[in-house]
């Protein structure tokens, strides 16, 4: 534990790591802590362990990580709610956003010292299907594909004039499009 940083007692945490445990765990949490009005659930991402979302005063893990977690590394599933605790904590005291060093101070007294901003998930296969994509953007002239959208981005005809491609400002400035791919 850093000097000057008081431990936050929490609750007792279950022996295992089902969903239901992780779920009536993280409930405990947030009335133990004094987090009123702040809600836990379960994502469908693939990409991230944990989202704290302080608008919406909610925290979530996704459901994915938090199955193959469950019995190769409850450890690494506990670590994660206890993060995302602590964005919660320092927003509601501090209005401190990100991993600086009111999170920092957080982390250390829910009794995670020397947590980083993100850790190497363990890999699995995912179950969502990635959706195909629908649109491109594209140079007008010579039809060289850059970038492949599931969903149409939300772009001008004005805002892709002052667009480029980095490294590649001279051939793609005021050249690039969205368009529709074709089946």
């Not at 007692?9 to 009536?24: D, F, N, Q, W």
Request: overall charge positive.
């Amino acid at each position: 534990m850093p000097p000057g940083v008081q431990p936050i007692p929490l609750p007792e945490r279950p022996a295992g790591a089902t969903p239901a445990e992780v779920a009536t765990y993280a409930s405990a949490c947030l009335e133990h802590l004094h987090l009123h009005g702040w809600h836990f659930g379960w994502d469908k991402t693939t990409r991230r362990l944990g989202c704290c979302k302080m608008q919406q005063r909610r925290i979530s893990l996704s459901r994915y990580y938090a199955e193959a977690y469950a019995t190769r590394e409850p450890a690494q599933l506990w670590r994660t709610l206890l993060h995302e605790l602590a964005h919660a904590l320092a927003w509601v005291h501090h209005q401190s956003r990100g991993h600086g060093p009111v999170w920092q101070r957080y982390c250390a007294a829910l009794g995670i010292p020397g947590e980083r901003a993100s850790v190497r998930g363990i890999e699995f296969e995912s179950p969502r299907q990635p959706r195909p994509a629908r649109f491109k953007l594209c140079h007008c002239e010579t039809g060289e594909v850059y970038r492949h959208y599931t969903r149409q981005p939300r772009h001008s005809a004005a805002s892709l004039r002052r667009c480029y491609i980095p490294g590649r400002k001279a051939d793609t400035l005021g050249k690039l499009i969205i368009k529709p791919i074709e089946n």
